[in-house]
């Protein structure tokens, strides 16, 4: 039976003994096991964080849609706008959404950053 034994071999073609090959594979298992922690953690801040994204943006969406609503009402109540306000509210939501997409790619990038540290 102790002929069945495969005797494992080290890079420099030394044969190890059953107790060394054990130790060897409760250590690559431990560290595999850090690794999958560490892992399993990451994916769980970063599935909180898409989390947070996502409902931030889904706000975001339901004030965007409030606003055109209200913007909605004030063109049909009658009420006749002038140029100049509707050319400096158009100004303003595009400095916002301009401000928001660079925070954004911004945000991304340094997750990357980060990400690709690891």
């Known amino acids: 039976m102790d002929n069945d034994w495969e005797k494992p071999y080290e890079e420099d073609g030394v044969t190890l003994g059953p107790e060394d ?3 060897r594979e409760i250590a690559k298992s431990k560290a595999l096991k850090v690794e999958k922690l560490r892992l399993k953690d ?3 801040k970063l599935q909180a964080e898409n989390d947070v994204l996502a409902k931030t943006n889904q706000s975001l969406e339901q004030k965007l849609n409030a606003m055109g609503d ?3 009402a004030r063109n049909n ?3 006749p706008q002038d140029y100049s306000t509707l ?3 158009n100004a303003s ?3 916002w959404s301009i401000f928001l997409l660079l925070f954004n790619l911004v945000a991304v990038g340094i ?3 980060f990400l690709l540290k690891q």
């Open 21 to 23: 090959a054990l130790r």
């Open 42 to 44: 990451a994916l769980e």
């Open 70 to 72: 209200q913007s909605d």
């Open 77 to 79: 109540s009658g009420k």
């Open 87 to 89: 050319q400096a509210s």
């Open 93 to 95: 939501t595009r400095g």
């Open 111 to 113: 997750l990357l950053i």
